[in-house]
Nanobody, 115 residues
Framework: VQLEESGGGLVQPGGSLRLSCAAS????????MSWYRQAPGKARELVGT????????NYVDSVKGRFTISRDNAKNTVYLQMNSLKPEDTAVYYC?????????WGKGTLVTVSS
């Protein structure tokens, strides 16, 4: 199983980025996919989740209304659209999947929000 994030980078406050997570070796369409993030010196936190069909999403309060998770099951890819970015959104963003008793993490992609 491999989860590979991409799309991170440096963006100014108020800007936007779209992260992607390409999955392989995984029963992608049948399960929940999640995004986590870890800011410098802080614990990893859940950003949001999306169900297998994409019909239901959930977000941590700090990103509600600004971030949107979506997925394309034909491409085995999940996305995190981030708008109105703030300096406190600076973190490494990780893709996560759990299937049965196994958990899988990507290596992460760094998002830096700074002027």
């Amino acid at each position: 199983v491999q989860l590979e994030e991409s799309g991170g980078g440096l963006v100014q406050p108020g800007g936007s980025l779209r992260l992607s997570c390409a999955a392989s070796g995984l029963t992608f369409s049948s399960g929940v996919m999640s995004w986590y993030r870890q800011a410098p010196g802080k614990a990893r936190e859940l950003v949001g989740t999306i169900t297998g069909t994409g019909g239901t999403t959930n977000y941590v309060d700090s990103v509600k209304g600004r971030f949107t998770i979506s997925r394309d099951n034909a491409k085995n890819t999940v996305y995190l659209q981030m708008n109105s970015l703030k300096p406190e959104d600076t973190a490494v963003y990780y893709c996560y999947a759990r299937r049965s008793l196994s958990t899988y993490w990507g290596k992460g992609t760094l998002v830096t929000v700074s002027s």
